[in-house]
Structures are given as structure tokens and as C-alpha cells.
């Protein structure tokens, strides 16, 4: 039993707590245009890109990308120097590396780079359960990975293009056929673009599959890396034993060998492997190939995405 004086201050508690007082701060709740899908992902989409150089970002987070786009750029500068200033010296009278063998000649920054920042945008989400927030915007889950993709694609492609384009330009200043380079400049642009749509497909496709950023990583770069070695290894060997068929069949299983081949194929581009595509029948294989390295890896995100709770 309770005493009297408890019995009054616990009702006096009572009646304190039910007498509130609501204060006006002057909030005023959004009245303007609430924007659909379209805008929700385009501005996904641009967030995506600039995180992938950092930018917006700490400052750590920009030095890798940062480093890594300095390099690209620096055997490229370093090309277009030497083609400036000793053309006639050195009696040149084309690029003096190839711009479809640019990319395999500096595929192991390419590799870093796409695995350094697949887990940045994919494994990341997961891992930090902000997709639950992504989704509940009006968002569906196919548009999430859409636009994902094209971030790490886009950023890739800047990444492979950009040198390209200083070469393209180096030689125009060089006095090059502007005719001839232009033509093979865009049909590496178009290479371009589309190894940049293979290595961001697998290798968001590995990121999706793990939240440890750490694992991501290096599954990315096993992935990239040892199927090229497996591949130029196999090639080597085929060509020694005069069964080149079966290097251009090895060629379809690495992203680099797979599109440089196709440029061979499409644009007659100089070949940076012992086996490329020597007939149209393997030449189409090399198309089909492509195309299934890049759609199936976005079916396989939009599977992988579907056991995702919002």
C-alpha cells in the first residue's frame, strides 16, 4: 500500500506530464516539386562518378584514383614528346605505340583501379545497409543497378580514354595523316568503351558478392589479372605449337584480349596479341562475346540485387 504523499505526487507527476506545450520554430514542411525516378538517377548517377575520383570526398579517398589517372597519363605524354620532337629524327611516321595496345599495355592500372572502386559504390551499400534507403526512394532495384554500373563504367572509360585522347592529339600536332588517325583513334574510343563496359560489369558483379571491401578487392583483381595471364600464357603456347585456333578461342576468357580482338575484327586495329581473330566466323564469336560478358553481368547484378530488402 502506498502512503497518502506518494499517492498525491505520483497523480501530480500524472497531471504534469499530460500538460505539454507545443512551441512554433517556424518549420515549414516542403511544399515544392517532389522529383520522380528520372532525377533521382541521374543525380545517383553523377554522385557515383565523382566518388570514383574522390571527389566531394576525403582527401585519402582521392589519392589512389588521382595517382593512378597521373600514370595512365604519363607514358601517354611521355609518347607524344618523344613523336613531337624527334619525328623526323626518328623517322616516324605513325603512333609509336598503337592506340588499341595502349590499354593492354597498361591493363594492371586499369585493374586496380576498376577494383579499388567496384566496392566503393557496390560493396559499400551493402555492407552500411544504406540500400535500404536507396530503395525506398522512388527508385525500382534494376534502375539502382543500372545506374551503379554506368558510374563505374563511365569512370573507367575516362580513365582509358583520356590518354588515348592525348595521343590523338600528340599526333595531330606531330603532323600525322589526320584522316588515318582519326579513324583509328575512334575505333579505339569505341574499344575503349567497351572494355570499360566488360571490367565494370565483372567487376561490380564480383563486388555484389561480398561485403568485405577488403576480399572485393582482391577477388576483383584475380579475376582481371590471372584470367589475362592464363590467357597470354595459352596463346604463347598455341602459337609455338602452331594451333592458333586455340589461342583465339583463349582469347574470349580475359576482357582485354577479348575486346583487343574485336577491334582487330571490327576496325582492322593493330593486334597487341599472338592470336587474334584470323576469320570472320571467330571474329562474330568475339562480338557475341562481348556482348554476353556485358549483359550477363548485368543480369547477374539485377539477380543478385532482387534478394535485397528494401
Not at 1 to 6: A, C, F, T, V
Not at 143 to 166: E, K, M, N, Q
Not at 218 to 239: M, P, W
Not at 253 to 276: E, H, I, M
Request: aromatic share 8%.
Amino acid at each position: 500500500m502506498s502512503s497518502p504523499s506518494e499517492t498525491t505526487d505520483t497523480g501530480t507527476d500524472a497531471g504534469e506530464a499530460r500538460t505539454g506545450v507545443i512551441h512554433d520554430l517556424g518549420y515549414r514542411p516542403y511544399g515544392g516539386p517532389r522529383l520522380g525516378e528520372g532525377p533521382v538517377a541521374w543525380s545517383f548517377f553523377t554522385t557515383g562518378l565523382r566518388n570514383t575520383y574522390g571527389l566531394g570526398r576525403s582527401a585519402r579517398s582521392k589519392v589512389l584514383p588521382m595517382i593512378l589517372l597521373g600514370l595512365m597519363l604519363l607514358p601517354a605524354l611521355i609518347l607524344v614528346g618523344v613523336l613531337v620532337q624527334a619525328k623526323n629524327i626518328l623517322d616516324l611516321d605513325e603512333q609509336i605505340v598503337a592506340y588499341s595496345t595502349y590499354p593492354l599495355t597498361t591493363q594492371l592500372l586499369i585493374s586496380v583501379f576498376v577494383a579499388s572502386q567496384a566496392p566503393a559504390l557496390i560493396s559499400r551499400d551493402l555492407r552500411f545497409r544504406t540500400i535500404t534507403l536507396y530503395l525506398a526512394r522512388p527508385m525500382r532495384r534494376s534502375v539502382y543497378v543500372l545506374v551503379r554500373l554506368a558510374s563505374l563504367t563511365v569512370a573507367t572509360f575516362v580513365l582509358i580514354g583520356a590518354p588515348l585522347l592525348l595521343m590523338y592529339l600528340g599526333g595531330l600536332l606531330a603532323d600525322l595523316p589526320p584522316g588515318r588517325e582519326t579513324g583509328r583513334f575512334l575505333g579505339a574510343i569505341v574499344g575503349a568503351a567497351l572494355l570499360a563496359a566488360c571490367l565494370a560489369g565483372l567487376a561490380a558483379l564480383v563486388a555484389a558478392l561480398t561485403i568485405r571491401r577488403g576480399l572485393a578487392v582482391t577477388a576483383v583483381i584475380v579475376v582481371l589479372l590471372v584470367s589475362y595471364t592464363v590467357v597470354s600464357t595459352i596463346q604463347g603456347i598455341a602459337v609455338g605449337a602452331e594451333q592458333e585456333v586455340v589461342g583465339e578461342v583463349a582469347g574470349l576468357f580475359s576482357p582485354y584480349t577479348l575486346v583487343n580482338g574485336l577491334q582487330v575484327f571490327l576496325f582492322d586495329s593493330p593486334d597487341a596479341t599472338p592470336t587474334p581473330p584470323s576469320s570472320d566466323a571467330m571474329g562474330v564469336l568475339y562480338v557475341v562475346a562481348t556482348l554476353l560478358t556485358v549483359l550477363g553481368s548485368i543480369g547477374g547484378l539485377m539477380l543478385r540485387y532482387r534478394k535485397v530488402s528494401p
